[in-house]
């Protein structure tokens, strides 16, 4: 019995400590090398030193000046964003880093914000199986997962993404918790909460996925009376709704930024129009690519610049497409639980159950309607696939215990599976562009096979000697793929070196600052400085140099302001309605006027950029910069 105990004791602090080591090679590069996790130019991942990097740097400075608030309006013609940034406890401890050694170093601790979230994904996940009659053995291998899985290799890179994927098993334990007590359980609100104050956008897609889910869990508790059940329901959604409450302060606020003014949720179609819209099938190419997102996120390549050509033949971009990888073992497990399922001891309503929740997953993989819904019914986004992530690992648990425990397999679902693998192999092969993505496709090829032949293996043994050596090439092959899988996202990219000395003195340069200190000494009104080059990123220079300016990245734009720019000044758009750059019409100084930019700053003209100040006149000069 000590030794139990002992085993549940040291399995979380296993599973920890494997996905510590696994992150650690995974991003080796950009802790050990010369490589920071800031991708940049044409990298998919751009956004990075565009948009991120640069509201992390306000905010540290806020913090630094004593001037840090709920609200702050210093981002192009003031769309507060702090919200958007503020309460992932992971970005927390960037903040106090940067608050305590300087904004200079942000870009240096990034990293190590993924490696955090990667060990919390899984030792999390961890707690949430333990709710359930799982081995410590098939609890660790499956958690190990977890914290490695496809969407948050992917979209951890998406800064405002990545936490999600931790918050969500921890709200199905609070659940978990909440129904094996059977009454109040107050972490559940806090959980709640930490999930409103974190993001409303990616808070309301959990929300609905929780209330279906406590729903589906009381449905199929049988030992409950009918009484028990409605009691037990008023406690869990009145927690939900209190913890929401609870993170009114910030959730109130975003939700009119995303929803009220913001252009983002806008829609040509009406709601009816597009409801039946999201019933219909996606494009034949659409499901092509669904496919193959199962067996690897980069069989379609990434955005990369080769010579001039840029490589991605999914259906919209390496992001946005449906993140679906669980590792190459869910692929073998959920064939092995579609064949067995009819097998298992289960009643009929249970079988039923389980069927119409396999049903259900195919259903919000295969049909654009669920991404229109978690997308606020505007339009169908892929971002919701994190929600799918501890399903498919409760099936892999599942099935893992069914297969040792009960010896429950089918043949014909390894045949099936063995027979899947070999074909994405060969069928992606020749089409994968680069060399280190053939690698991997051959890597999950191989350790898939050699799962199948030892889980056959261990549904036919029942010495627990040979067993145990078993699990322990099991966890090796399953190691082993999603290290594979997972440094495959650090191959081939375009990143911010840390070396890159004219990078971080143009940034940090000593005459803008300069500059800016004699405006702020010299003119106490409210007024806009401007810029006429760029040096940290396209469009938020000023959110990390200190300046009060019009220029700003923002997906979430205020659509009046886009409505404005678009009739008055639409060559104030760079490239697209998201990127608002004074650069492009600095030449009109009555739109200067007009938004009350009094001071330009500039390096004399680009050589590329040659440009006639004959509507400004020379004010003083620092150094290089001319004011």
Same mark, same amino acid.
């Given at each position: ?99 305590? !050694? ?12 993924? /490696? ?8 999390? !996940? ?25 969407? #948050? ?26 129904? &094996? ?35 589906? *869990? ?33 959730? @109130? ?15 040509? &179609?009406?709601? %009816?129009?597009? #409801? ?28 990369? /610049?080769?010579?001039?050509? =840029? ?18 073992? !869910? ?6 639980? /579609?064949?067995?399922? %009819? ?47 501890? @399903? ?29 693998? =070999? ?38 043994? *029942? ?62 009104? !409210?007024? *806009? ?99």
């Amino acid at each position: 019995m000590q030794e139990i105990l002992i085993g549940k004791k040291r399995a979380p602090f296993l599973t920890g400590l494997l996905l510590l080591a696994s992150a650690l090679f995974i991003y080796r590069c950009y802790i050990f090398g010369d490589e920071l996790w800031v991708f940049v130019g044409l990298d998919i991942g751009s956004d990075t030193v565009q948009q991120y990097l640069q509201h992390y740097h306000t905010i540290v400075s806020h913090i630094r000046e004593g001037t840090f608030t709920f609200w702050d309006f210093n981002n192009g013609f003031g769309t507060n964003m702090f919200n958007l940034n503020m309460f992932d406890p992971t970005l927390m401890i960037i903040y106090a880093l940067g608050a305590v !050694f300087g904004p200079e170093h942000i870009a240096w601790y990034l990293v190590y914000m993924q /490696v955090i979230r990667i060990v919390l994904a899984g030792i999390v !996940f961890y707690h949430y199986l333990s709710c359930f009659s799982f081995s410590e053995k098939t609890k660790c291998i499956v958690s190990y997962i977890y914290g490695l899985n496809g969407f #948050l290799m992917v979209w951890g890179q998406h800064y405002q993404f990545g936490m999600a994927v931790v918050y969500l098993p921890l709200l199905l334990w609070a659940v978990e918790r909440c129904l &094996r007590r059977q009454r109040f359980h107050a972490p559940m609100v806090l959980a709640v909460w930490l999930v409103t104050v974190y993001s409303t956008y990616l808070g309301y897609m959990m929300f609905v996925c929780l209330g279906f889910y406590i729903l589906v *869990r009381l449905f199929g508790m049988q030992e409950q009376m009918a009484r028990g059940k409605w009691r037990m329901l008023g406690i869990l959604y009145g927690s939900m709704l209190l913890g929401i409450g609870m993170g009114a302060v910030t959730m @109130f606020p975003t939700a009119f930024t995303i929803f009220g003014i913001s252009g983002r949720m806008e829609s040509q &179609r009406s709601l %009816p129009a597009r #409801l039946g819209h999201s019933l219909l099938p996606y494009t034949p190419h659409h499901y092509k690519v669904l496919f193959y997102k199962f067996f690897s996120s980069y069989l379609e390549g990434l955005t990369q /610049v080769t010579e001039n050509n =840029i490589f991605y033949t999914g259906s919209t971009n390496y992001y946005e497409d449906p993140n679906l990888f669980c590792s190459t073992l !869910f692929l073998v497990m959920g064939c092995q639980y /579609v064949c067995c399922l %009819p097998r298992m001891s289960l009643s009929r309503k249970q079988k039923g159950l389980r069927f119409g929740l396999l049903g259900l997953l195919a259903f919000c993989t295969a049909l654009p309607f669920t991404g229109l819904v978690m997308n606020g019914f505007a339009s169908t986004i892929n971002r919701h696939t994190f929600l799918m992530m501890p @399903f498919f690992c409760l099936i892999m648990a599942q099935m893992l215990h069914t297969l040792i425990q009960k010896k429950l397999y089918s043949r014909l679902g390894f045949a099936g599976a063995f027979l899947l693998i =070999i074909f994405v192999c060969i069928s992606k092969y020749p089409s994968v562009v680069f060399l280190s993505h053939k690698r991997n496709l051959l890597i999950l090829t191989v350790t898939g096979v050699l799962m199948i032949i030892i889980l056959l293996c261990l549904g036919m043994c *029942r010495k627990k000697r040979t067993q145990t050596g078993l699990w322990a090439a099991l966890f090796c092959l399953v190691i082993a793929n999603m290290v594979s899988e997972g440094y495959t996202s650090t191959l081939e990219r375009l990143t911010l070196r840390k070396d890159n000395a004219q990078y971080w003195g143009d940034l940090y340069d000593a005459d803008v600052q300069k500059a800016l200190a004699w405006l702020e000494e010299k003119d106490p009104e !409210f007024y *806009r400085v401007e810029k006429d080059f760029d040096v940290g990123s396209i469009c938020m220079d000023s959110l990390a140099q200190g300046y009060r300016g019009v220029s700003t990245y923002n997906s979430t734009i205020n659509r009046y302001i886009l409505d404005f720019t678009a009739n008055l000044y639409p060559d104030f758009w760079s490239g697209d309605k998201n990127h608002y750059r004074f650069r492009m019409i600095k030449e009109e100084h009555e739109f200067a006027d007009l938004c009350g930019i009094r001071y330009l700053l500039s390096r004399g003209g680009e050589e590329n950029d040659p440009f006639d100040k004959k509507d400004y006149r020379l004010v003083k000069e620092f150094g290089k910069i001319q004011v």
